[in-house]
């Protein structure tokens, strides 16, 4: 419950909230269908970052992992070639999944990423594991990406594309 100019007001009917507790609790979760793209290995701790750095990171692993699966997008400025933006992500982009339709399961325990066709698992990051969150910008606003660490502690950004104008209620979720 919060407490609202001094009424008493439940949070599963506030406008602004996407889903009931209920739905993120649950261990069931809130379910995307979205494309997975690939991954880019961030080469530092996200703690070690203010947010426009963080905020970089993921734009920049979409946009690198964009380039490598062959979306054009348009450059609105030229990328800063700075030694400090090469220092917090790989140079190529991991495209083992690439492509591939998945279900993304949002849940207050982790976001678990299957395969569409066969419900494979291809990743389960666990919320704690999770430093940052973002959509992107302009003509990347309908992708996000989130960066998490995996079983062996390896820091990597995951770059997801979701159904027209979704990015922002994925996001929400998320956070």
Known sequence: MVLNSFEMTNPDEDPRWLHSDTDLISGLGVVYNVNYLGSVEVLCSMKTLDFDNRTRVARDSIRLVCSAVGVHLRERH????????QAMIAAQANLTYSHIPIQLTISTEALVLKRTNDSQVLYSHRMEGISFASAGEHDTKDYIAYVAKDNMNKRACHVLLCKENESLDVITTIG
């Open 78 to 85: 030229k990328p800063e070639a700075s030694s400090a933006s």
